[in-house]
């Protein structure tokens, strides 16, 4: 409902000496009835200053006339239960004198900052301008501390409530029971899978995960996340600094059993040289002294001092271009690979032991070097183009396996000369999308995914025993999706697993909102460590 606001008009009379008795009546009249109107009315605290409420008509909307000018005193009241609640959870909140019959909305710390969930959605005031148990939600990550609730109408009408947020109590160690039966269906390997406490806060996602071969595993995700377990991912340390930034970190690999490399947003690179324990940020710097900002999908290391960034730039905030850049001085300077297509970009990349390369694109596109430098493209597809994400080799290096969106599995006998396309498993959804794939072996292999639409199956592994040639859903967390999630939809939990690992022991699949799942043991975070950036 539009506010009223009074004007004064005052209208010119063309009055001729005959009439100045008449012209002072007018206008003493006048001003009578308008000092009259403003005294008995006032203006609303949430109005300008010059704006003027009028007396209200009868029949008029409560809210706006005597009930918010006579009983509130031109303010809006909010009141919250309980007033100390832990982040996560959630409070009852109530109010009057709002606008009548209008919606509201409710905010955290500032007006049209963090907007909070409610139920229900939109709560609505009634015909006197109350409202009574809404549910209000305080996001997991909120900090420890004060915080002040605000709800507003549509009308403007603002009130506030104070609120104390304490830290959500600790979660439950997962248990196998709540990992579903593995199938026996050929393909599945006998894999079984466990979720993992990473303790990771809930809000942050996981995008990368790689082993050393020798116990040691690094997982990379949201603002430059960096979680590390030297044990095969029995126990886990988090190590993050103040001065890592806030970029998401796509991509994790290692060079040799001690040098590590860390990728992701607006070229954002670290190196370690130490296991992962201590990193060091890396510009991508070519021989030239140019210094570019790419997104780095993927990270694969030949050898100590040959390595390659794979991803792309975003071209005037729409046009995508594929990068590789290439290394030969242990990460030092970072060349632009000049003859790699550039359609689109870039999402993995990854080495056999004999020096045969691979790297998948968003539009579809595998291309393929046997000297590192020279790029072939060997697959593409025709409309529609499915997105392709990971692709990875067989211990062997003979057979190569590449997954995407709406379940797509391609897989190559010939190092990547030819690749053909698999079914997946019958049960799985082509709502799934395939984000990441390995190989334990020269037939164990899985992939995992999930999916992005409400009211789907959430995170899902798939499983080979026979070199990728058929395959079995091990994994799916039974919950439903409660939101699109994505790279950039933060704390959301259920959606996808982005990445997996393994090494001879053990394979670790991560992902959103911290979840984890491992073939090994459940895994016991350790306290906190924070561990300082060594910057050069």
């Not at 918010?68 to 031109?74: D, H, P």
């Not at 549509?154 to 959500?168: C, N, R």
């Not at 393909?187 to 996981?206: A, D, E, I, M």
Request: charge should be negative.
């Amino acid at each position: 409902m539009a506010k009223v606001i009074n004007t004064r008009m005052v209208r010119t009379f063309h009055a001729g000496p005959r009439w100045p008795w008449l012209i002072s009546l007018v206008i003493a009249t006048l001003l009578a009835v308008g000092v009259s109107a403003f005294s008995a009315t006032g203006t609303q605290a949430q109005s300008s200053p010059s704006a003027l409420t009028p007396t209200p008509t009868p029949g008029a909307r409560p809210g706006v006339g005597s009930i918010r000018v006579a009983s509130c005193g031109y303010q809006s009241y909010l009141n919250v239960s309980p007033t100390t609640v832990a982040a996560g959870g959630s409070v009852t909140a109530s109010g009057s004198c709002f606008d009548a019959n209008d919606t509201l909305t409710f905010w955290l710390d500032t007006l049209y900052g963090t907007q909070l969930a409610t139920q229900p959605a939109s709560p609505p005031t009634d015909s006197s301008g109350s409202f009574n148990n809404v549910s209000v939600s305080i996001p997991a990550d909120t900090t420890v501390g004060s915080h002040t609730i605000f709800a507003i109408d549509s009308f403007g009408d603002t009130a506030t409530a104070s609120l104390t947020v304490t830290a959500p109590p600790p979660s439950a160690t997962p248990t196998a029971t709540n990992t579903p039966t593995p199938t026996s269906t050929p393909g599945s390997g006998s894999v079984t899978w466990t979720s993992l406490t990473t303790g990771v806060p809930s809000t942050v996602s996981l995008y990368g995960v790689a082993f050393n071969g020798s116990g040691t595993v690094i997982a990379v995700g949201q603002g430059s996340e960096i979680v590390r377990s030297t044990n095969d991912g029995m126990t886990w340390q988090t190590i993050n600094a103040s001065n890592q930034g806030s970029f998401d970190l796509y991509s994790v690999a290692f060079a040799d059993a001690s040098h590590a490399w860390a990728g992701g947003q607006a070229g954002t690179l670290y190196s370690s040289s130490n296991g992962g324990i201590n990193w060091v940020p890396v510009p991508v710097t070519d021989s030239s002294g140019k210094t570019r900002y790419p997104i780095i999908h993927g990270i694969a290391f030949t050898s100590s001092s040959v390595g390659y960034l794979a991803g792309g730039e975003l071209l005037d905030q729409m046009l995508e271009t594929g990068e590789i850049f290439r290394t030969t001085d242990g990460g030092m300077t970072w060349n632009l690979l000049s003859n790699v297509p550039a359609d689109e970009q870039w999402n993995s990349i990854t080495f056999n032991q004999a020096g045969v390369g691979l790297a998948v694109a968003t539009n579809g596109d595998i291309i393929r070097t046997t000297d590192g430098s020279n790029w072939t493209k060997v697959f593409s597809q025709s409309y529609p183009l499915i997105q392709l994400n990971d692709v990875a080799f067989t211990t062997d290096g003979s057979t190569a396996v590449a997954v995407g969106d709406n379940a797509v599995i391609l897989r190559s006998t010939d190092a990547g000369q030819s690749w053909t396309q698999v079914s997946p498993p019958s049960n799985l959804s082509n709502l799934v999308y395939l984000k990441g794939i390995t190989f334990s072996s020269s037939t164990k292999g899985s992939a995992v995914g999930g999916t992005n639409c409400t009211g789907c199956v959430g995170q899902t592994a798939i499983s080979t025993s026979d070199g990728g040639a058929t395959w079995s859903i091990t994994y799916q967390n039974g919950a439903t999706v409660q939101a699109a999630v994505s790279r950039t939809a933060s704390g959301t939990a259920g959606g996808y697993f982005w990445r997996i690992g393994c090494d001879t022991a053990v394979c670790i699949a991560a992902g959103d909102a911290g979840t984890a799942i491992s073939t090994g043991t459940v895994a016991r975070l350790q306290p906190r460590v924070y561990v300082p950036f060594v910057v050069r």
